[in-house]
C-alpha cells in the first residue's frame, strides 16, 4: 500500500441526489486531498443519488473517501428517503478498482482499510463484496442490496446478515455500508431508432454472454424517458478481452434482425485510452497505433497543463 | 512568450539517421531542460535524417532546441551527406506548432526568435517558412529546400536567396536553416491490397483538395519497399476540421472503385487525443464523448505516474 506509483479508481455512490450543497460539499471533500483527481461525478435527483469517480494512490486515495464519508453521514438521513433507487446507506456503494499495472489485490486491501475504518470511526455496519467478499454468498452485492434500507433496519444483522464489520444494528440515519473491490468495467448504453422495448429486450438477450453473446457482457433492454427511442444498457465487465467496437457491431448486426438501426451511444463515466486507441486501430486500420503517440497525455504530464486542467471540470 | 499555461510543439529535422552516439545525444539535450517532454523520435537511416517530437512550454522548449543545435552543428557535417533526401543543413528544418489553445502567433515569435538565435550564435543563415515567413516567396518551403546543399553552397546568398537572419554564406559543415511556424498537420498512410501504385496514384488524386478532394489534404500515392502493396501517403492540414474516419472512409470508397481494398494504415509521429474521441464519436455514435472522461489524462497529471511514464519511453 506504501507503493507510491499505484493508482488506484474509487467510484462512491451516495444516497443524496438532489441537495447542491452536500454535493458540492462531497465534491470539494474529493479534491481537498494533494494527488487525488475528481475525474467525473454527476447526480441524479430522480434516483435521489450521485456518482463520484476519484483517481490516486491507494492512500491518499483513502484519505479522500473518509473524509466524503464522514461528510456523508453527517448530512444524509435515510429516513428522509422515499421510494427511491434500492439503497442500504449514505455511503451506499463504495468499489475499488485498480488502474493500470496496479493489482486487484491491492484494491481488496485498500476495501478492508476502508471498511474497517467506517465501522470504527463511523459506527456503519460494513459488507464486503465481489473481490472483497470474505463468503461466498456476498460475492453477489445486488441480491443483498435490494433488501434495501427499510427491510434491513428491521433485522439484527446476526448469522447470515452479520456485517464483515461494525455494528450488528444499522446506523440510525447512515444505514450500511457495501465496500469491494472488483475490476476495471465498462457502463455503456446503446440507443435504437424505434420505440419498441420488445426488440430493445431481444437484442440484450442476445449480445449477453448469458443469451450465446460476448463473454463478460451484461445487458439489458430499457425504455427510454421522452424520447421515444428505447436503449440497450450495458456492462462490459472484462473490457481488455471485449473492445466497444465489437459490442456496438454486434448490437448493429442483431438490431438489424428487425430492421432497426442504431441511434447513437454513450458512455457512462469514465474510461481508459486503451478502448478509444483500439476503436481507432480496429476502424481505421491503424494496427500499429500506441498510446504514447498522443500528445495529450504529454500535455497532461507537463506541469504547465496540471492547474489548467484542474480548472477545467471545476464545476 | 511567458505564458506558462501555453504550449507549443517543435518537430526538427536533423540531417543525421544513422550515428546513434549523435542520435542519442540529440535525444539527451531534449529531455535535459525541465518541463520539456520529448515524444516520439525516429530515425531512417536510408534517407539519414531523423525527426524529434517536443512538447513544452515556449521557453524551455527554446531552450531544449538551442541544445540540440548546438550539438547538431558540432556532430554533423553535410560534406559527409551523399545523394540522400533534399536538405539545407544539419539543423534542416525547424517547425513550431501550437498545441491545445496556444496561439499561432506564439509558435511564430518563438520561430523568429529561434531564427535569430541560431543565425547569431551559430553562424547558420536561417530561412523562415509558413506562418513565420516574412516574404510571400519563403512561405512554401519545398521550393527552396529541393535545390538542396549543394546548389545553395555555390551561391552568395543575396537578393532573392538573402537570408532572413545570419551570413550571406552557408556554413561549411552545418549549411542552413528552415525555420518556420504552422497549425497541426496529421501525417497519415494508408495502405491498399494491391500491388498496382497505379491505383495508389488514382486513389490519392481524388481524395485530395487539388483533385476535388477533402479540404487541406494532400496525397500521393507511392509503392511500399518489399510488401508487395501499395499506399497513399496523406497529410491533413486542417485536422480540425477533416476527422480521420472522413479520410479513411472516402478512400475506401475510391479504392472500391477498382475492387481494392484497405490493407491497413499508419500514423506518422503525434497525435491529439481529440482526433481519437472523433474516431469514437462516429463509429460507435458515441456524441457525447469528453476528453475529461479519459482517465490516463488524469492519471498523467498526477505526480505518481510522472515518472513511471518518463522511464517508459526511455529507449
Not at 475499488?96 to 474497517?116: I, K, M, R
Amino acid at each position: 500500500m506504501g507503493d507510491w506509483l499505484q493508482l488506484i479508481q474509487c467510484v462512491p455512490n451516495f444516497s443524496e441526489g438532489r441537495d447542491d450543497e452536500t454535493l458540492s460539499a462531497l465534491a470539494g471533500a474529493a479534491r481537498s486531498v494533494p494527488g487525488v483527481a475528481l475525474v467525473d461525478f454527476s447526480a441524479d435527483p430522480d434516483h435521489h443519488r450521485s456518482v463520484y469517480t476519484l483517481l490516486g494512490p491507494p492512500e491518499p486515495t483513502l484519505e479522500a473517501i473518509k473524509k466524503m464519508a464522514y461528510l456523508a453521514v453527517e448530512r444524509i438521513d435515510l429516513a428522509q428517503h422515499q421510494g427511491v433507487h434500492p439503497r442500504i446507506g449514505a455511503l451506499d456503494v463504495l468499489p475499488f478498482v485498480p488502474y493500470g499495472e496496479t493489482p486487484l489485490d491491492v484494491a481488496v486491501q485498500l476495501a478492508h482499510a476502508a471498511g474497517e475504518w467506517l465501522a470504527e470511526t463511523l459506527q456503519l455496519p460494513v459488507f464486503l463484496y465481489e473481490a472483497a467478499a470474505r463468503s461466498s454468498h456476498r460475492v453477489n452485492l445486488a441480491a443483498f442490496r435490494n433488501m434495501g434500507w427499510e427491510k434491513l433496519s428491521k433485522l439484527s444483522l446476526t448469522g447470515e446478515w452479520a456485517p464483515d464489520f461494525g455494528p450488528d444494528r444499522l446506523h440510525p440515519s447512515a444505514g450500511a455500508a457495501a465496500v469491494g473491490a472488483r475490476n476495471p468495467l465498462v457502463a455503456f448504453n446503446v440507443e435504437l431508432a424505434t420505440s419498441s422495448v420488445e426488440v430493445a429486450r431481444k437484442v440484450a438477450a442476445r449480445v449477453r454472454e448469458k443469451g450465446g453473446g460476448l463473454v463478460g457482457v451484461k445487458a439489458l433492454g430499457l425504455p427510454v424517458e421522452g424520447r421515444g427511442c428505447v436503449q440497450v444498457s450495458l456492462n462490459i465487465t472484462r473490457p481488455g478481452d471485449v473492445p466497444l467496437y465489437r459490442v456496438v457491431e454486434l448490437i448493429r448486426l442483431e438490431a438489424a434482425r428487425h430492421g432497426v438501426s442504431l441511434a447513437g451511444s454513450e458512455l457512462i463515466g469514465a474510461i481508459r485510452l486503451e478502448e478509444l486507441l483500439e476503436v481507432a486501430r480496429y476502424y481505421l486500420g491503424l494496427h500499429g497505433l500506441r498510446r504514447e503517440q498522443v500528445l495529450d497525455l504529454w500535455a497532461a504530464a507537463l506541469p504547465t497543463e496540471r492547474s489548467d486542467r484542474d480548472g477545467e471540470i471545476e464545476r
